[in-house]
């Protein structure tokens, strides 16, 4: 039973264009979402994280959305850079802080690759 | 720089024979974990420790063991490996107040 669904195994952009990674759960306790970005051979990355009372966050180049209605959020990198291509995993979790810390429901990933 | 360190980077390990895999973490932090990550799936939690009280998810084998001897190491052990428990295993830390977890490079296991 996958809690955590990232359904796009991979994702090609071209540099300068917007990247949109897209993540669904099911599970309606989850409250607290989180975007890791991994290299090869490398652990993930935390790169940005919203609270359910939010539906959008913004740091620099990388925003995320979340539409709780529909159990779905995205990740959206605008402008895309080469440097960017890396795996991308969305994480949820039952509680910011307090109750549930940091355990973490994954999904499979998605390959971004941008191309110069 | 603070950090989580896993080692080894790379362990080869031969079908039945224990293995103990190590996180180091100088962040000071008070919950670690211990995920798998089977290739191309997500990484699933098998166990955490707050503090000193450890926490094992309900699917975890076990074949799945921990130990913490103070805040800065973790230790996994497994107790007679299966080639199906070949994979990359994850060490990460939290402060038990936010969510975010950091997390180590990993050490990918293979059973032979």
């Known amino acids: 039973d996958q809690q955590v669904k990232q359904n796009s195994p991979s994702l090609s952009v071209q540099e300068g264009r917007i990247s949109i990674l897209n993540c669904d759960y099911t599970?309606?306790?989850?409250?607290?979402f989180l975007w890791y970005k991994k290299y090869p051979a490398e652990g993930p990355t935390f790169l940005i994280s919203?609270?359910?009372?939010?539906d959008k966050n913004e740091d620099g180049r990388f925003t995320v959305f979340l539409n709780k209605s529909a159990k779905h959020l995205s990740l959206h990198i605008v402008p895309s850079q080469p440097g960017d291509s890396a795996v991308y995993f969305c994480a949820a979790s039952l509680g910011a802080g307090g109750t549930s810390y940091g355990k973490l429901t994954f999904g499979q990933g998605t390959i971004l690759t941008v191309h110069p | 720089d603070a950090m989580v360190i896993q080692n080894p980077r790379y362990q080869v390990t031969q079908f039945g024979k224990p293995v103990t895999l190590s996180c180091s973490q100088t962040?000071?932090?008070?919950?670690m974990y211990w995920y798998q990550q089977k290739s191309s799936q997500a990484p699933k939690l098998l166990f955490h420790y707050y503090d000193k009280d450890f926490n094992n998810e309900a699917d975890t084998p076990d074949n799945f063991q921990s130990r913490r001897p103070n805040t800065s190491f973790c230790f996994l052990d497994i107790r007679s490996p299966g080639l199906g428990d070949a994979a990359m295993y994850l060490c990460?830390?939290?402060?038990?107040?936010?969510?975010?977890?950091?997390f180590g490079q990993g050490t990918r296991l293979t059973v032979v």
């Open positions: 919203i609270s359910s009372i939010k």
């Open positions: 599970n309606s306790m989850f409250d607290y």
């Open positions: 990460a830390t939290s402060r038990g107040d936010i969510t975010e977890a950091f």
């Open positions: 962040l000071n932090h008070n919950v």
